[in-house]
C-alpha cells in the first residue's frame, strides 16, 4: 500500500523547475485567465547529417487526413492500431479506418471537431473519441457506426483506457468518469483538485493492475482508482510547485505513467521524474526532468524528453544519470517510443530520430510531414499522426 506522506524534495530539484517552468510557454498552451502569455523564443537546432546511417524501420503507407480545425495546437492525436487495423481522427471531424495495405476499411463524419485521440479495443471492436463540446462517441470498429454517445461535464483531449467493461476518460476540468462500455452510461466520477491554471492537456489514463486505473492530473498527483467502481485507492504527489508565479508552479502529470515489472515510474511538468516501488510503496528515485511526455522503459534505462528538448536517460533501478544528447535541442520534441532495439522521437519538421539506448547516439532519421507529437509503437511497427494530418506507418527492416 502506498501511504500519501509528502517527499522530501532536493534543494536542487526545486531550483531547477524555477528555471525549467519560464519555459514551458514556449511549447504548451496555457489557459491563463484570458491573458496572453509571450513565450520565450529559441532556435531549433539544426541537424547535423549522420555518418553511416543505419537501416531502422521500411515504410508501409503514408495517408492525409484533411484537417480544417483551429485546435490542431491543443491536439496530441495518436493512431488507433491492433497490429491488423488503424483507426485515426482528425480535428475535422472524421474518423477514418485502414488496413496495413493503406485501403480505406470506413470513414464517419462527426460533424464536429475532435478533440481526444482514439482509443481503440479490438476486443469489444469499439473506438472511442472525444469531442469540442465534451461528446464522447464510441464506434463499431467494424463498420464506423455510432454505438452509444454521452456527454461529460468537460472536454477530454487524451485517450481513454477501455478496459474492465469501463471506459475511462480524464477531463480537463479535473473530474475522471467512468462510463459502461456497452451503453457509455455514467458509472462513476472522481474529482481532483484543479488549479487556476494549468498545461491544456492530459495524460491518457493506464492499468496499475488488472482491477485499478492509473491517471495523472493537473494537481501534480497520480491517482489509482478502482475501474469498476471508481473508489479511489491512493495518490501520490510528483509534481513538486516551486516558484513566485502560477506560470512556474505548474505541476501537471501530462505523460502516461508507466507501469513496468513491479515499478511505477512517472514524471512532471515542474521538473520531477519519479520512480516507486509498487510491492513497498516506497519512494526509490527522485531526479530532476520537465516534460509532458511519456517515458520510454527499456529493461536497464528510463528515457525521457525534456521541455527544451534533450534526451535524458537513467538508470531504471537507481536513478543515476547514463547519458544526455543535447542534438535535438528546441525542436519540440515528441514521447521517446520503443522500436525493436532503438528509441524513436519525433520533432516539430516531421523528423523521425532513431536512438541507442546504451548511448543516445543518433543512428539514424526517417520523415514525414507535420509536427510529430506523439509516436506508438506496437508488434513491430511504428506509427504516428502529425498536426497536420499526415498519418504514416513503418515497420522495422527487414
Known amino acids: 500500500m502506498y501511504n500519501n506522506k509528502p517527499l522530501s524534495t532536493p534543494a536542487s530539484l526545486i531550483a531547477k523547475a524555477s528555471k525549467i517552468t519560464v519555459l514551458c510557454a514556449s511549447i504548451a498552451l496555457v489557459a491563463a485567465c484570458g491573458k496572453t502569455i509571450k513565450p520565450e523564443e529559441h532556435k531549433p537546432t539544426k541537424l547535423v547529417q549522420l555518418e553511416q546511417a543505419i537501416n531502422v524501420v521500411e515504410p508501409v503507407f503514408q495517408t492525409s487526413i484533411s484537417d480544417r480545425s483551429k485546435l490542431a495546437d491543443v491536439n496530441r492525436f495518436e493512431v488507433g492500431f491492433d497490429g491488423k487495423q488503424l483507426v485515426v481522427a482528425s480535428g475535422a471531424g472524421k474518423v ?3 488496413g496495413l495495405n493503406g485501403q480505406t476499411l470506413w470513414s464517419v463524419d462527426l460533424k464536429e471537431d475532435i478533440v481526444g485521440a482514439v482509443a481503440f479495443d479490438s476486443t469489444s471492436q469499439t473506438a472511442v473519441v472525444t469531442t469540442k463540446s465534451a461528446r464522447v462517441v464510441a464506434l463499431d470498429t467494424n463498420n464506423g457506426q455510432v454505438k452509444w454517445e454521452n456527454k461529460l461535464s468537460g472536454t477530454v483531449l487524451a485517450p481513454a483506457l477501455i478496459h474492465n467493461n469501463r471506459v475511462i476518460l480524464s ?17 462513476w466520477q472522481f474529482a481532483t483538485q484543479t488549479p487556476s491554471i494549468s498545461v491544456r492537456g492530459s495524460a491518457k489514463p493506464t492499468l496499475l ?3 485499478t486505473a492509473l491517471m495523472g492530473g493537473a494537481d501534480g498527483r497520480l491517482h489509482a482508482v478502482e475501474i469498476e467502481s471508481g473508489i479511489p485507492k491512493w495518490n501520490r504527489r510528483v509534481g513538486i510547485p516551486s516558484g513566485a508565479s502560477e506560470i512556474q508552479r505548474m505541476t501537471d502529470v501530462d505523460g502516461t505513467p508507466t507501469v513496468d515489472r513491479g515499478q511505477l515510474l512517472a514524471v512532471s511538468y ?27 522503459v527499456t529493461d536497464t534505462a528510463v528515457i525521457t ?3 527544451d528538448g534533450i534526451v535524458k536517460a537513467f538508470d ?3 536513478g543515476e544519470p547514463l547519458w544526455e544528447n543535447e542534438a535535438l ?15 524513436a522521437i519525433g520533432d516539430l519538421e516531421g523528423v523521425v530520430h532513431f536512438l541507442s539506448p546504451q548511448d543516445g547516439r543518433i543512428v539514424s532519421r526517417t520523415q514525414t510531414k507535420g509536427p510529430i507529437v506523439k509516436l506508438t509503437s506496437q508488434g513491430g511497427y511504428l506509427l504516428t499522426q502529425t498536426k497536420s494530418g499526415q498519418v504514416s506507418v513503418w515497420r522495422l527492416a527487414r
Request: aromatic fraction near 6%; proline fraction near 1%.
Open 96 to 98: 477514418q479506418s485502414y
Open 171 to 187: 477531463a480537463n476540468d479535473g473530474i475522471m468518469h467512468g462510463l459502461s462500455l456497452q451503453s457509455g452510461q455514467s458509472i
Open 209 to 211: 493492475d488488472n482491477q
Open 270 to 296: 515542474s521538473g520531477q521524474l519519479m520512480s516507486a516501488d509498487l510491492a513497498s510503496g516506497q519512494i526509490t528515485f527522485l531526479q530532476e526532468a520537465a516534460s509532458k511526455n511519456s517515458l520510454a
Open 305 to 307: 524528453t525534456t521541455l
Open 316 to 318: 531504471r533501478r537507481t
Open 329 to 343: 535541442a528546441y525542436r519540440e520534441l515528441s514521447n521517446p517510443e520503443l522500436i525493436g532495439n532503438y528509441i
